[in-house]
């Protein structure tokens, strides 16, 4: 007889990432105070912890944190509408994709932060300089995965809505689509993390509101505790807008 496994609770994963997550910043915190890791590189993480409280308070956190999240948030929804958009119209147009598909992954591997003097000049030193320079740089993974996800659409599929005499725009919403799901949120997600890097990349660069003009503070003071708190409320908004991607694709899977 066999006997079948049983499923993990769900609080399990939680509690084992989290432990995970604990046990190595113990690690950490032994190696510095041993000597392994130079304390002037990597700050004791007990003294990570403790300069929350103040960065919080004398840093005007809330409103940095506010103000990068919405960047993000800015960033994502113009390189979702328009990435998936451009991907569909590739995948619908093979003309266009063929002479364009190796310019969009050419145009993913290109440093474009290094590009935001040129941004500066057509947008000023402003938010919209950052969401731009993000908006560009998470383009390009989501229309490479919409067109790998609408390519990927099972043929057979597509000839039972020929068969039900569908048009090209209901094939598209009831079959192509979310067929294509998954992997264009594969896509948005990546797309995110590169928008999210070059926000933060960029409000360091011109020194300008966000998270990252408080990372570039603290590093100058070399405030090394209060720079690595700083980096964690980064990895926080991230945390967030990906179980907020993961809970909007099971909605519309649904």
């Known amino acids: 007889m066999t006997t079948a496994r049983l499923a993990p609770p769900n609080w ?3 509690v084992v990432g989290l432990g995970s997550g ?3 910043l113990v690690g950490v915190e032994i190696l ?6 130079n304390r002037f590189i ?3 993480p007990s003294e990570i912890v403790l300069s929350f409280a103040r960065v919080i308070t004398e840093e005007d956190i809330p409103r940095r944190l506010v103000q990068t999240a919405w960047e993000c948030l800015a960033a994502s929804l113009l390189l979702t509408v328009f ?3 451009i991907g569909a119209l590739m995948h619908r147009v093979r003309l266009i994709r063929l002479a364009c598909e190796t310019w969009v992954a050419a145009f993913a591997s290109a440093p474009l932060v290094l590009a935001y003097p040129l941004f500066l000049v057509l947008f000023g030193r402003s938010t919209l300089t950052i969401i731009m320079l993000a908006f560009l740089s998470g ?5 490479l995965k919409t067109v790998e996800g609408l390519t990927a659409t099972r043929r057979v599929l ?9 048009t090209p725009a209901q094939q598209f919403w009831k079959i192509l689509f979310p067929s294509a799901l998954p992997t264009i949120f594969v896509g948005i997600r990546l797309g995110m993390i590169f928008a999210l890097i070059n926000v933060v990349a960029v409000e360091f660069l011109i020194n300008f509101g966000g998270l990252g003009q408080l990372i570039n503070e603290l590093a100058e003071r070399y405030d090394l505790p209060g720079t690595y708190a700083a980096i964690s409320f980064v990895v926080l908004i991230s945390i967030v807008f990906f179980i907020v991607t993961e809970r909007a694709e099971r909605w519309l899977r649904s």
């Open 83 to 85: 990435g998936v958009a």
């Open 32 to 37: 510095v105070r041993l000597g392994a890791i």
């Open 139 to 143: 383009l390009p993974p989501v229309i």
């Open 42 to 44: 990597v700050p004791l």
């Open 12 to 14: 399990l994963p939680t």
């Open 22 to 24: 604990v046990l190595v």
């Open 158 to 166: 597509i000839n039972v809505g020929r068969s039900f005499k569908l």
